[in-house]
């Protein structure tokens, strides 16, 4: 991170680079530790204006993919640009913006002077008033951090985000501890932010969040992009459908055997099938001769797209 | 640009450093180990021992050294000591690398609140020592010995940053107490090193606390500073410099073990 080594390439302030209007690109990128590799020629692009999910299993890199964007560290292979430059030399202009996970904020300040610290440090930061608006603290600003409930914490690490006027905004499990209204109300700041120009890339546990507030979907499994597109893209990709019924006594290896049938878990007396032919499924199991009980056939949600995807649904 | 970024730097570090500042002057533990506990001390010892001579100073001007250096020496360790292991298993260090600020200018201000927070300590024994001790020295001399005690805490605020880096923030905290009492003992704040049998006396002469206590002594009677001693207080700042920067550069390794967990059961 040292602001005085200018390249040749590009250095405009406002992050347009040769590449036009990217926030984040990932070309290949490899990153080992030791023997176990991270990140597997991972390639992305994030535009700016952009909202994108980061989905993935713990360990599929997710966590090292975030410390290349951030600059906090180096890929082995291939390259990593944010903003049309290297990362932490957009980090280090301030043009980067970053929510990070389990971020406790430091025991005896005010919510005010962590905001004016951090406001400090950017170039280009946003006003006080403006930004205890934007992330809904201004009846909090006077409070100890060490006080804040979860919640109320969390918006302040989105106000330490928004301090900079990032034009690529990270978001790591953003919305874990705020109720639902403070969901909807960092969502809608989040969809205000990234119409004007600012590539917002997060990561999330809550499926249905992705659904909702992301334009595309990244699903990295294992240091690899299994897949990306749209929400409904992605839903599509795990085709078929989703059969589920209480059924005493079910035998996982017999289920697997009917027609169709890709995934089988079972708890107990609770069967969850993914088939491709839900028709001749149905019909095979009654025939299996055990007394199956609410049945019910739907659609592949986000959820069980992301499972089968990753491979973590199969039981 | 360029020119820019040096001016920008102060800047921020002012701005960190002054954060920071305000978090250390409400923490009331703090201000009771470094001001309260070495300025107690001072008065509880002196009114014993004030009449006594220690070597070749008055035992007035040895404590007045001695208890300074103490709450120095303990400002400094716990400015980055437990302090920073908390900070780094928090994340917020984590949250501060992701802005602006470079590593270089996060250092330096660390270094330089670790002498900050030494100073509330040395004033107020030093106020002990000139109004109830009755030590007298001239303007300049209290001058020469407060800066002494102010920067020769930078070795030991180097120490904090070490124990700050590479421990946990449940063994940073007695690890902090533990160097405190053993640099204190060994370095003869609590009884002159003369004390101590002959045969360790060299070791203990080459702590860093021994020389920060000696230095004192000469500039609060005058004498001029002993040019070996003076090395040895900066001979232990670039070492302990030195390893503070290496361990700084090595901190990256803990991604390799994160991802070694998470892929376990598989």
């Given at each position: 991170?040292?602001?005085?080594?200018?390249?040749?390439?590009t250095?405009?302030?406002?992050?347009?680079?040769?590449?036009g209007?990217?926030?984040?690109?990932?070309?290949?990128?490899?990153?080992?530790?030791?023997?176990?590799?991270?990140?597997?020629h991972?390639?992305?692009?994030v535009?700016?204006?952009?909202?994108?999910?980061?989905?993935?299993?713990?360990?599929?890199?997710k966590?090292?993919a975030?410390?290349?964007?951030?600059?906090?560290?180096?890929p082995?292979?291939?390259?990593?640009r944010v903003?049309g430059t290297?990362?932490?030399?957009?980090?280090?202009?301030?043009?980067?913006?970053?929510?990070?996970?389990?971020?406790?904020?430091?025991?005896?300040?005010?919510?005010?002077?962590?905001?004016?610290?951090?406001?400090?440090?950017?170039?280009?930061?946003?006003?006080?008033?403006?930004l205890?608006?934007?992330?809904?603290?201004?009846?909090?600003?006077?409070r100890?951090?060490?006080t804040?409930?979860?919640?109320?914490?969390?918006?302040?690490?989105?106000?330490?985000a928004?301090?900079?006027?990032p034009?690529?905004?990270?978001?790591?499990?953003?919305?874990?501890?705020?109720?639902?209204?403070?969901?909807?109300?960092?969502?809608?700041?989040?969809?205000?932010?990234?119409?004007?120009g600012?590539?917002?890339?997060?990561?999330?546990?809550?499926?249905?969040e992705?659904?909702?507030?992301?334009?595309r979907?990244?699903?990295?499994?294992?240091?690899?992009l299994?897949?990306?597109?749209?929400?409904?893209?992605?839903?599509?990709?795990?085709s078929?459908r989703?059969?589920r019924?209480s059924?005493?006594?079910?035998?996982?290896?017999r289920l697997?055997?009917?027609?169709?049938?890709?995934?089988?878990?079972?708890?107990?007396?609770?069967?969850?099938?993914?088939?491709?032919d839900?028709?001749?499924?149905?019909?095979?199991?009654?025939?299996?001769?055990g007394?199956?009980?609410?049945?019910?056939?739907?659609?592949?949600?986000?959820?069980?797209?992301?499972?089968?995807?990753?491979?973590?649904?199969?039981? | 640009?360029?020119?820019?970024?040096?001016?920008?730097?102060?800047?921020?570090?002012l701005?960190y450093?002054?954060?920071?500042?305000?978090?250390?002057?409400?923490?009331?533990?703090f201000?009771g180990?470094?001001?309260?506990?070495?300025?107690?001390?001072?008065?509880?010892?002196?009114?014993?021992?004030?009449?006594?001579?220690v070597?070749?100073?008055?035992?007035?001007v040895?404590?007045?050294?001695?208890?300074a250096?103490?709450?120095?020496?303990?400002?400094?360790?716990?400015?980055?000591?437990?302090?920073?292991?908390?900070?780094r298993a928090?994340?917020?260090?984590?949250?501060?690398?992701?802005?602006?600020?470079?590593?270089?200018?996060?250092?330096?201000?660390?270094?330089?609140?670790?002498?900050?927070?030494?100073?509330?300590?040395?004033?107020?024994?030093?106020?002990c020592?000139?109004?109830?001790?009755?030590?007298?020295?001239?303007?300049?001399?209290?001058?020469?010995?407060?800066?002494?005690?102010?920067l020769?805490?930078?070795?030991?605020?180097?120490?904090?940053?070490?124990?700050?880096?590479?421990?946990d923030?449940?063994?940073?905290?007695?690890?902090?107490?533990?160097?405190?009492?053993?640099?204190?003992?060994?370095?003869?704040?609590?009884?002159?090193?003369?004390?101590?049998?002959?045969?360790?006396?060299?070791?203990?002469?080459?702590?860093?606390?021994?020389?920060?206590?000696?230095?004192?002594?000469?500039?609060?009677?005058?004498r001029?500073?002993?040019?070996?001693?003076?090395?040895?207080?900066?001979?232990?700042?670039?070492?302990?410099?030195?390893?503070?920067?290496?361990?700084?550069?090595?901190?990256?390794?803990a991604?390799?073990?994160?991802?070694?967990?998470?892929?376990?059961p598989?």
């Open positions: 991170m040292c602001p005085g080594t200018a390249g040749a390439e250095r405009g302030m406002n992050g347009r680079g040769p590449g209007e990217e926030a984040a690109v990932f070309e290949g990128v490899v990153k080992r530790y030791g023997e176990v590799v991270a990140l597997d991972l390639s992305f692009r535009e700016r204006g952009e909202v994108v999910a980061l989905l993935g299993p713990n360990g599929a890199g966590s090292t975030i410390d290349l964007l951030l600059g906090l560290r180096a082995d292979a291939g390259r990593v903003l290297a990362p932490a030399r957009a980090v280090a202009e301030g043009r980067v913006g970053g929510m990070l996970q389990s971020g406790a904020l430091p025991a005896g300040a005010r919510v005010g002077e962590v905001l004016d610290l951090v406001r400090a440090l950017y170039p280009e930061a946003r006003g006080r008033e403006e205890l608006e934007l992330a809904d603290l201004t009846e909090l600003r006077g100890r951090v060490e804040l409930s979860g919640g109320q914490a969390q918006r302040v690490h989105f106000a330490l928004l301090a900079g006027r034009r690529l905004l990270f978001l790591d499990e953003p919305t874990a501890g705020l109720d639902v209204e403070s969901r909807r109300r960092f969502w809608a700041t989040v969809r205000a932010v990234a119409v004007d600012v590539g917002v890339l997060f990561t999330t546990h809550y499926l249905d992705a659904d909702a507030n992301a334009d979907i990244l699903v990295l499994d294992r240091g690899r299994r897949r990306q597109g749209t929400p409904s893209a992605i839903r599509a990709a795990a078929g989703i059969i019924c059924l005493a006594g079910a035998d996982p290896d697997r055997r009917l027609p169709g049938v890709v995934d089988v878990v079972v708890h107990g007396e609770e069967v969850t099938m993914r088939s491709t839900a028709d001749r499924t149905v019909g095979a199991l009654y025939a299996l001769g007394e199956v009980r609410d049945l019910l056939v739907s659609g592949v949600g986000l959820e069980d797209a992301f499972l089968a995807l990753t491979g973590d649904g199969v039981g | 640009m360029i020119e820019g970024d040096e001016s920008t730097e102060v800047t921020e570090m701005a450093i002054r954060f920071e500042v305000i978090r250390i002057l409400r923490n009331v533990r201000l180990f470094t001001v309260a506990v070495p300025a107690l001390l001072y008065l509880l010892l002196d009114g014993i021992y004030g009449g006594d001579r070597g070749e100073v008055a035992a007035g040895y404590l007045l050294v001695a208890m250096a103490y709450g120095a020496i303990g400002a400094a360790l716990s400015a980055n000591g437990a302090a920073l292991a908390a900070e928090s994340g917020w260090l984590r949250q501060l690398r992701v802005t602006p600020l470079s590593d270089r200018a996060w250092l330096a201000a660390r270094l330089m609140l670790a002498l900050v927070a030494v100073a509330p300590g040395v004033l107020a024994v030093s106020l020592a000139g109004v109830v001790g009755h030590v007298e020295l001239s303007p300049a001399r209290w001058l020469a010995l407060d800066g002494l005690l102010l020769g805490s930078l070795p030991f605020g180097l120490l904090g940053m070490l124990v700050g880096l590479l421990l923030a449940q063994s940073a905290q007695p690890a902090q107490v533990l160097l405190l009492m053993l640099l204190s003992f060994a370095g003869g704040l609590f009884f002159p090193v003369s004390a101590f049998p002959s045969g360790v006396r060299p070791v203990l002469e080459s702590l860093p606390s021994y020389h920060l206590l000696s230095l004192g002594e000469q500039l609060a009677i005058g001029p500073p002993a040019l070996d001693q003076l090395a040895g207080l900066v001979g232990s700042v670039v070492l302990l410099g030195a390893l503070a920067l290496v361990v700084w550069r090595r901190s990256d390794r991604g390799a073990e994160r991802l070694r967990r998470a892929r376990r598989a």
